[in-house]
C-alpha cells in the first residue's frame, strides 16, 4: 500500500445502489403517513466537548457529529423535525460504558451510531435487536460484530478502518522517515485497542524481524502513563514510535502529541487526527463519513444483516515537515512524493 493506494471495498457498489434504490422507493410506498420521531443514538468515548464531536461544527470536515447530522439533513431528515440526536459518552472511562450504553438502550432508539471496537462490542453485548452502525470498527467479523463482510446478519453493520497489514506499513514508513531508527516502542492501551494490540503487533514484528529493528511494546493504561512511556525512547539508541488505532489513544491525542515533541521521539499514527494536533505523520484511511448513509436506510426499513460491512476507499499518507526540522530530521524525497499531503 502507498499514500495513494485505493483498497477493494466490502461491498458492491451496484448492489448498493440497487438496494439503496430499494429502500427509497419503499419509503415513499410506506413512510409518508408515517410521522413519528425517530431517534438515532450515538456512542462515543470522545469527551462530548472535543472538536471531533461537536455537533455544532456542522460544516466542518473533521467533526464527526457535524457531517452525521449534514449527511443526514441532505437525505431528509432534520433534527429537531423528524428525528432526534441523542448522544452519551463514556469520556474514555470503562466503568462508565456500562452505564451509557444502559441509557441509550432506555430511550428505545432506532438506530444506535457507535464510534469504535470497544464502544460496538459494549452495545452488542446489550442488545441483539436494535439495529447498530459502528463508525469505525477493526476485524468485526473475529470480533463476532458480524457473520461475514458481505453478509453481517444480526442487528450490526458499519465500516472498517484498518487492516491487519497496516501494522507492518506504519513500521516501513516510521523507518524511512528516520533510516538510523534501532528500536520502535508500539504505544497502545491494550483495553482499547483490537486484540489488546496483537491484531496489530504482528505485522509490525515480522516487519521488524525482516529489517533488524527492535519492536518494544509501550502499554498504557491510563492518560498519567503517556509521558513515561514515550520518554523511555528518547534515549539511545535511536527510537520512533509507533501509535495504533486505539480509541484511548484519539481521545488522548494532544497529550500522546505533546509527549512526542517534549521527548524529540519521532512517531506515525493511525488517523490525520493527531496530525491536526501537531503530529509528526500519518498513515490511514481517509475515513469520510458514511455512517450517514446506512443510518438513513436503517430509518427507512433496510435491515442492517443485509448492508455489507465496506472497507475503507483510501489510505492517505500526511506528513509535517516543520515538526520533522524541530525533531532534526530530513524526509527522504522518495517519502514526500508519496505523500498526499504534506504540512509546513
Known sequence: MTGRSFVSSAVNRRGFIRLATASVAGWIALGATDNRMRIV?????????????????????????????????????????????????????????????????????????TGSTVETAAVLAATKTIPVVFATANDPVGNGFVESLAHPGGNATGFTNSSAEMGGKWLQLIREAVPDVARVGILFNPATTPRGGRFFLESIEQEAAASGVSVIPAPVNAPAEIDDA???????????????????????????????????????????????????MSYGPTLEVRSADYVDLILRGTKPGDLPVQSPRKYELLINRTVARSLGLTIPFTLLARADEIRE
Open 41 to 113: 443514538a450515538s456512542l462515543t468515548a470522545l469527551p462530548l466537548d472535543d472538536e471531533l464531536t461537536r455537533r455544532g461544527m456542522i460544516d466542518s470536515a473533521s467533526s464527526r457529529l457535524g457531517n452525521l447530522v449534514a449527511g443526514l439533513r441532505q437525505r431528509g431528515w432534520v433534527e429537531g423535525v423528524n428525528f432526534r440526536l441523542e448522544l452519551r459518552s463514556t469520556f474514555g472511562a470503562p466503568d462508565r460504558l456500562k452505564m451509557a450504553v444502559q441509557e441509550l438502550l432506555d430511550l428505545q432508539p432506532d438506530v444506535i451510531l
Open 230 to 280: 514515550v520518554k523511555r525512547f528518547s534515549e539511545l539508541p535511536k527510537a520512533a514510535m509507533v501509535a495504533l488505532v486505539d480509541s484511548f489513544l484519539v481521545v488522548n491525542r494532544k497529550a500522546v502529541v505533546a509527549a512526542a515533541a517534549k521527548y524529540r521521539v519521532p512517531t506515525i499514527y493511525p488517523f490525520h487526527y493527531f496530525m491536526d494536533a501537531g503530529g509528526l
